[in-house]
């Protein structure tokens, strides 16, 4: 028998501890005590152009990793297998997905404060909004975890 409240609540310490971080990382930069703000100011327009085309495909493309990644994971991965074995790989996916979007979100701030340019927060926001869709409750565990989903 699986404890879907178990699995939820573990996925949830996860998106908690990555939250903790990312607002660690807001009020550490606003104080001034991690000293990225206006960190590469002083580069070309052609280079600050370059990054900011970088980060829009990198924040887009994991995005898109890590809702439909988990999508495809779930539907080849996980229900390859049966048992405890499937609570555990439901759990990994689903932490490994929080931590991208996670790691999104940080790329974001780092932009934001690095080019003190606004999009940084605009990709920050996109990746929060979508981390969202990543803390099932414990019925939404049952319903991935025992019924196959549409490819």
């Known amino acids: 028998m699986t404890d879907y409240k178990k699995i939820s609540r573990n996925i ?8 903790a971080a990312v607002a660690t990382m807001v009020v550490l930069s606003e104080s001034n005590v991690l000293p990225v703000e206006g960190l590469l100011l002083g580069m070309s327009p052609d280079a600050k152009y370059i ?14 990793a890590a809702l439909k990644g988990f999508n495809w994971c779930l539907i080849h991965k996980v229900h390859a297998v049966e ?29 934001y404060y690095g080019l003190l340019e606004n999009w940084g927060i605009y990709y920050t926001l996109a990746a929060l909004v979508a981390s969202l869709f990543c803390l ?12 196959k989903p549409q490819s």
Do not use: H, Q
């Open 12 to 19: 949830r310490i996860i998106y908690a501890a990555i939250m």
């Open 51 to 64: 990054i900011e085309v970088a980060m829009l495909f990198t924040v887009g493309l994991g995005i898109l």
């Open 83 to 111: 048992g405890d074995r499937k609570a555990y790989l439901y759990v990994a996916f689903s932490n490994a997905r929080v931590c991208l979007l996670g790691s999104l979100m940080i790329l974001g701030l780092v932009f």
């Open 136 to 147: 099932p409750s414990a019925e939404g565990v049952k319903i991935e975890l025992e019924s």
